[in-house]
């Protein structure tokens, strides 16, 4: 408490202190359509959403305090307003033919339109044709209803060689309150499609803006995790259905035979794109038609799509083909359930060619939205109880993905519990936070000393303090040292002993850190702090070390410590040159950490300059030798 009261002074202090310095400001055309008879569309809309449906969804209308890493207006030296030049924007008014019956968007055609804007914002960059490889997990918070706007926005975050990251932003708009809110975002990986010469070879993408920069720099390390993502899943799915046992029997369970459904597609022009190959949102939007019936028939009533799972598409599929579409429910949880889709492809007698597998978790609403108790379920036998148990991992795979990344910062809490399902997520996560901090703009300089400069920033009643400086150190070099928390101590004198406790990969190591007390008669405090460390892509990625706090159940807190916590620190190193390498340190202050840097924050002290002039020179001391992290003790 006492920590938490001194967390809430200092920030009004820095902020006082920074008030009395004098001032360090650094220095489609849409084409109408047909006249739209407003007076009919609103009966439409009156018929079709009843008002209880209608004003829960203008309910759900979130207006906070924006995001704060939302751009303000970019002027380009020409005078004009800047805009991503590979943005491509579509809107669309749901027509009943989009609608179930329930008067609801279906999920299918809104995938179609995401995929078709999304492709063409990559083909915009790429300057040829381009194909689905991949779309990242999508969870979807709102339905939409006949007579609302639904408007798409998609823009490459990054290119690689031949493959390019696109983000998808889905809103929708009520005409008649001027109401918006989201409805989705959604990560596609498309492939430039292959010439005569062999593979394109795509441009680099040039983020402008503070917000491009973070996508630019969070992207690789999305494609970090979706290269690995399918083994980890499959090694994740093997360790967790093992320890799960045989399936629990339910009276009144329902057979999942009774959920198969089974559906054949004649892939014609119009579901083509302008490759001649069967468009990818078509694919989805039968893939969800099939998951749909399947939901439908364990419930007996219209299920809402809440999440897919992330999926590759396998190969690719063309006009003439047969599309065998089979879908079965896998496991019925309290309040949703798992379906899972797989979509096969063949020509006359040939044979079935896997193009694509996905699973879809359905929830039922009740008259006020909330989620319905669902029947359980019956799984065959071999498959179906295999199919049963894969579910209920992946259900548990979910809720860390949700519980991790799903969150914003400021919701994220201080330690979350570490294992190796949730590894990956967690992983992303720390990278992710601390390559968001380092994009933001606005840092206020606080002091500076012999070329050794303090900055601090304050935002969302969140305060965050950076250390920068440079070294005549190769930067490869000073992240393999920096990157080895056992020898911090030989630069950082708040570093008294660091142990590693488990070697998780090459890149990601969990360590015990034990700091002496600041005050006199005190304890000290101990940290358990997951470090992940990134190599860049190319030249205008730095080399990252991210740090945050885990809990371990076999590292409980002592009497001899404080357990102290760190939602996120590290560094992040350029180089400038070949002999000059920039280092900055970053870290989110907490009420554990705020003792080790308040005074220097205040300006009544300036250790930050002793501790990071010991670091130049414990670099430059060690350049020639080699850090590497050893294999866990345990």
């Known amino acids: 408490m006492v920590c938490r009261f001194f967390y809430t002074r200092l920030k009004s202090f820095v902020l006082l202190i920074h008030s009395c310095k004098c001032d360090l ?36 209308c979130e207006k906070g305090d924006g995001d704060p890493m939302e751009d303000p207006l970019f002027i380009l030296e020409s005078g004009e307003v800047y805009r991503n030049p590979t943005e491509v924007k579509m809107s669309q008014i749901v027509m009943p033919c989009h609608a179930n019956h329930c008067g609801e968007l279906s999920v299918g055609q809104l995938l179609k339109w995401m995929d078709s804007t999304a492709c063409l914002s990559a083909e915009r960059h790429a300057g040829s044709p381009c194909i689905t490889a991949s779309v990242d997990d999508i969870h979807f918070e709102h339905t939409i209803g006949v007579g609302q706007v639904v408007n798409i926005k998609a823009k490459v975050n990054r290119a690689f060689t031949s493959s390019m990251e696109v983000g998808i932003t889905v809103n929708c708009e009520d005409l008649f309150s001027s109401c918006q809110w989201n409805v989705c975002n959604a990560f596609a990986t498309f492939v430039a499609r292959r010439t005569e010469e062999g593979k394109v070879q795509l441009k680099q993408v040039i983020p402008r803006t503070q917000t491009e920069q973070m996508e630019y720099s969070i992207a690789a390390e999305r494609r970090r995790m979706r290269l690995t993502h399918a083994e980890i899943i499959t090694d994740l799915l093997s360790s967790n259905t093992a320890q799960l046992g045989e399936c629990q029997e339910y009276q009144g369970a ?14 014609l022009p119009p579901h083509a794109n302008h490759q001649v190959s069967t468009f990818g949102g078509q694919i989805m939007a039968w893939m969800e038609n099939v998951a749909t019936i399947a939901a439908c028939r364990l419930c007996n009533a219209h299920p809402t799509l809440r999440t897919i799972d992330m999926f590759h598409f396998r190969g690719p599929s063309h006009i003439g083909d047969r599309l065998v579409l089979k879908a079965i429910v896998n496991n019925a949880f309290k309040h949703s359930m798992e379906v899972g889709v797989c979509a096969e492809a063949y020509q006359g007698a040939g044979a079935l060619r896997h193009i694509n597998s996905a699973f879809m978790t359905f929830e039922v609403l009740d008259k006020d939205r909330k989620p319905r108790t669902l029947p359980r379920i019956r799984p065959e036998p071999v498959d179906g109880k295999r199919r049963y148990q894969e579910a209920i991992a992946r259900k548990k795979i979910r809720l860390d993905r949700k519980y991790i990344i799903s969150c914003k910062q400021t919701e994220v809490p201080l330690s979350v519990p570490w294992d190796i399902s949730n590894q990956m997520y967690l992983s992303y996560n720390n990278v992710s936070a601390l390559k968001i901090m380092a994009a933001r703009s606005n840092w206020m300089l606080s002091s500076e000393k012999n070329k050794v400069s303090l900055y601090t920033l304050e935002e969302n009643q969140i305060l965050c303090f950076k250390v920068e400086t440079h070294v005549t150190v190769p930067a490869e070099q000073a992240f393999h040292l920096l990157s080895d928390l056992r020898r911090r101590h030989e630069w950082d004198r708040h570093y008294q002993k660091c142990d590693v406790i488990i070697q998780a990969d090459e890149d990601d190591t969990i360590y015990r850190v034990a700091t002496p007390c ?65 280092i900055s340190y970053y870290n989110q202050a907490t009420p554990g950490v705020l003792p080790y840097i308040s005074n220097d924050i205040a300006g009544l002290s300036s250790s930050f300059y002793g501790t990071f002039h010991s670091c130049n020179k414990y670099l430059e001391e060690n350049r020639d030798s080699l850090a590497v992290l050893p294999p866990s003790d345990l």
């Open 518 to 582: 600041v005050s006199k008669g005190g304890k000290g405090q101990d940290f358990i702090l997951l470090a992940s460390r990134r190599k860049p892509c190319d030249s205008r990625d730095p080399y990252l070390i991210a740090l945050r706090s885990v809990t371990l159940p076999t590292h409980p807190a002592t009497e001899d410590y404080t357990r102290g916590e760190v939602l996120c620190a590290g560094f992040s190193i350029w180089e400038e040159s070949n002999a000059v390498t920039k």
């Open 25 to 60: 400001t650094v220095c489609r055309k849409v084409p109408f359509g047909r006249p739209v008879y407003w007076t009919s569309l609103l009966l439409l809309h009156e018929v079709a959403c009843p008002a209880s449906t209608r004003q829960s969804r203008v309910m759900s």
């Open 254 to 267: 329902v057979s999942a035979e009774r959920t198969r459904v089974e559906s054949v597609e004649l892939v």
